[in-house]
């Protein structure tokens, strides 16, 4: 009986343990999307750049890093880096005009804006 109760305390210390982590790691993970939008809207786009790729890798159709990002890009002129964020802000934010305007722009830019038209 007591053995039962050791490995009982034991698992129990363990799962504590892996639920601090978890929390830790969401925690760290929010709080480096904060800075990398701080340092991105300040003008540090190329030191946050990293952060900025890190956060969006774990949520995927976070809005406000497709937006950083795809605007980023353009005012870099890297404008193939800007047109795959463009589009993905588009497919995360059908309501939106501000993305699909700016991507019909940037493809009259790079002068596709007809075939583009038809897709």
Do not use: C
Request: aromatic share 8%; charged share 30%.
């Amino acid at each position: 009986m007591p053995r039962i109760r050791i490995v009982i305390g034991v698992l129990l210390g363990l799962s504590a343990i892996i639920v601090g982590l978890y929390f830790l790691n969401d925690w760290s993970i929010k709080a480096n999307r904060e800075k990398a939008l701080k340092l991105a809207n300040r003008g540090d786009f190329l030191e946050a750049e990293p952060a900025l790729q890190a956060a969006l890798a774990h949520s995927p159709n976070d809005v406000e890093m497709l937006r950083v990002l795809a605007k980023n890009y353009l005012a870099a002129q890297r404008k193939g880096d800007a047109e795959e964020y463009l589009t993905r802000w588009v497919a995360a934010t059908s309501d939106q005009a501000e993305p699909l305007l700016l991507r019909i722009e940037l493809y009259r830019e790079l002068g596709q804006f007809e075939g583009r038209k038809r897709e």
